[in-house]
């Protein structure tokens, strides 16, 4: 059983930035990939970055390429989200996942889940 819980939940002028964490705790999660999904409202859930178990390969959506960067730190069982420019459409609850297979994690089937935490993005 392995629990994620994301934190950096707030409100952020258009433009502005914010650092979203998602921390596991029962089991450390070095051999998975971790994602990071978005769900705005109306809208459906969808994929925003993702990060190799190592670190070494980091995947994208088109909409936040350039503005958002994924990271890991394996020793304390934590991804990361920086979003950068943020703008008022990105206003959603954010979600982090994991899986041990990156295209599972990618296309939303990631076996763990947060809770999610809201992002408010004001104009």
């Known amino acids: 059983q392995v629990q994620l819980v994301e934190s950096g939940a707030g409100l952020v002028q258009a433009g502005g930035s914010l650092r979203l964490s998602c921390t596991a705790s029962?089991?450390?999660?070095?051999?998975?990939?971790l994602g990071w999904f978005r769900q705005a409202p109306g809208r459906e859930r969808e994929f925003a970055a993702a990060?190799?178990?190592?670190?070494?390969?980091?995947y994208y959506a088109d909409s936040v390429k350039g503005r958002f960067t994924i990271s890991r730190d394996n020793a304390k069982n934590t991804v990361y989200l920086q979003m950068n420019s943020l703008k008022p459409e990105e206003t959603a609850v954010y979600y982090c996942s994991m899986d041990h297979s990156t295209q599972a994690t990618m296309q939303g089937r990631g076996t763990s889940w947060g809770k999610g935490t809201l992002v408010t993005v004001s104009s």
């Open positions: 990060i190799s178990w190592n670190g070494g390969s980091t």
């Open positions: 029962g089991r450390t999660f070095s051999s998975y990939t």
